[in-house]
Antibody, heavy 118, light 106 residues
Framework: QVQLQESGPGLVKPSQTLSLTCTVSGGSISSGGYYWSWIRQHPGKGLEWIGY???????YYNPSLKSRVTISVDTSKNQFSLKLSSVTAADTAVYYC??????????WGQGTLVTVSS | DIQMTQSPSTLSASVGDRVTITCRAS??????LAWYQQKPGKAPKLLIY???SLESGVPSRFSGSGSGTEFTLTISSLQPDDFATYYC????????FGQGTKVEIK
């Protein structure tokens, strides 16, 4: 059973960089066949796809966030990470990591709330 | 960008009702559509992929249909565990979610 777990600071100051890591267990990122995604949900709102990475390091980002987003992978630790720069209050959200099976997400982390505030 | 529009935004229904949620794409996405169920404080759960394929372990009362720009999620007989918010998501071009449909108790 694949499991994903997000970790990182729950509070980030405006203009700083949000950094989160997703640790995958029960399956290997480097086995291929899947994309590894970040998705966020603003409080009380819908879902917004941020981007994904393949084990090889290939990435694809939501154009609306592309200038501020970096997703990286560490296959030795079976982890992938999200960095979002120059954050504002509008980036306050629950951030989810998920396994993307050619388009749909079949396994999700529990989500982690990140608040942007001074 | 492909926009996804769900209707209704909120749906009031009773246990045993047949429920249908509609998702429309701003351009054709073939059958590249998934449906998710989300309960408060929880991550979304995959129900349907490729418009009509039922994810393993999901009850058969859930079904999906459609292609092109119009899709539906149907719950044949609503159960107490089904009161939740439902999202569609296209993956024809990157990924975009609908705004969600909340199914509440009538």
């Amino acid at each position: 059973q694949v499991q994903l777990q997000e970790s990182g600071p729950g509070l980030v100051k405006p203009s700083q960089t949000l950094s989160l890591t997703c640790t995958v267990s029960g399956g290997s990122i480097s086995s291929g066949g899947y994309y590894w995604s970040w998705i966020r949900q603003h409080p009380g709102k819908g879902l917004e796809w941020i981007g994904y990475i393949y084990y090889s390091g290939s990435t694809y980002y939501n154009p609306s966030l592309k200038s501020r987003v970096t997703i990286s992978v560490d296959t030795s630790k079976n982890q992938f990470s999200l960095k979002l720069s120059s954050v504002t209050a509008a980036d306050t959200a629950v951030y989810y990591c998920a396994r993307d099976v050619r388009g749909w997400a079949d396994y999700w982390g529990q989500g982690t709330l990140v608040t942007v505030s001074s | 960008d492909i926009q996804m529009t769900q209707s209704p935004s909120t749906l009031s229904a009773s246990v045993g009702d047949r429920v249908t949620i509609t998702c429309r794409a701003s351009q054709s996405i073939s059958s590249w559509l998934a449906w998710y169920q989300q309960k408060p404080g929880k991550a979304p759960k995959l129900l349907i992929y490729k418009a009509s394929s039922l994810e393993s372990g999901v009850p058969s009362r859930f079904s999906g249909s459609g292609s092109g720009t119009e899709f539906t999620l149907t719950i044949s007989s609503l159960q107490p565990d089904d009161f939740a918010t439902y999202y569609c998501q296209q993956y024809n071009s990157i990924r975009t979610f609908g705004q969600g449909t909340k199914v509440e108790i009538k």
